[in-house]
């Protein structure tokens, strides 16, 4: 079975502080992990994938294989970084790709 | 180009009603999937489809019936919906049969469907 949790709902952050979205997973395999975004009435997209290793909008994102986490970090928040984020997980064989429940962010001015 | 392109994008349908949701991809993309999304909720996978083939099944009602006629669309046909189906559904797809894409999903702007 496989599973991503993301444990808090809600987050609230300034402006210019750090941000952390925790996500955490369990799969019986080597799965490849995501981080997507959901601006307000937009549609679901990638924000950035851990084989890739790059910065996207200033996030970042590492595999910890031994505490099986894939945490998404900024340092500096912007207004605009206010969004849905979702950890995702797809298993070795690519066809599942499951959905962990979802970071509310609001970034205060 | 990274588009999935969903119509319509607006639907309401009664109960005893017979619809159909159509996904269309022009990436050359292998699998092609169906999300339904509630508010404020992560997407659910439905169904995928490999090569064409139904290869994922989440135990969903039979009033919902995908349809894969080639590789590039993707149908999900409706009947007999109750008012809680009514949702977002997302048509996405990934994977590229030289593994180009790895397994990165991409998402169309889905359909808001509401069942009266």
């Known amino acids: 079975a496989q599973r991503v949790t993301q444990p808090e709902k809600l987050l609230s952050v300034f402006k210019g502080a750090p941000v952390e979205l925790k996500c955490n997973y369990s799969?019986?395999?080597?799965?490849?992990l995501f981080w997507y975004v959901q601006y307000s009435r937009q549609r679901l997209q990638l924000l950035l994938r851990?084989?890739s290793r790059e910065s996207i909008k200033g996030f970042t994102a590492d595999l910890n294989k031994g505490e099986t986490s894939f945490h998404l970090k900024k340092p500096f928040a912007q207004e605009e970084d206010s969004a849905m984020y979702y950890c995702a997980l797809s298993g070795q064989a690519g066809n599942q790709f499951y959905f962990g429940t979802g970071t509310s962010l609001t970034v205060i001015p | 180009d990274t588009e999935v392109t969903q119509t319509p994008k607006h639907l309401v349908m009664g109960m005893t009603n017979k619809k159909s949701l159509k996904c269309e991809q022009h990436?050359?993309?292998?699998?092609m999937y169906w999300y339904k999304q509630k508010a404020k909720k992560p997407p659910e996978l439905m169904f995928v489809?490999?090569?064409?083939?139904?290869?994922i099944n989440e135990s969903v009602p039979s009033r919902f019936s995908p349809e894969c006629p080639n590789s590039s669309l993707l149908n999900l046909h409706l009947h007999a919906l109750q008012p809680e189906d009514s949702a977002l559904y997302l048509c996405?797809?990934?994977?590229?049969?030289?593994?180009?894409?790895?397994?990165?999903?991409?998402f169309g702007e889905g359909s808001w469907l509401t069942v009266v």
């Open positions: 990436m050359g993309h292998r699998a």
């Open positions: 489809y490999s090569y064409e083939k139904l290869s």
């Open positions: 996405a797809s990934s994977r590229k049969p030289d593994g180009s894409s790895g397994n990165t999903i991409y």
């Open positions: 799969y019986s395999g080597s799965p490849e």
């Open positions: 851990h084989i």
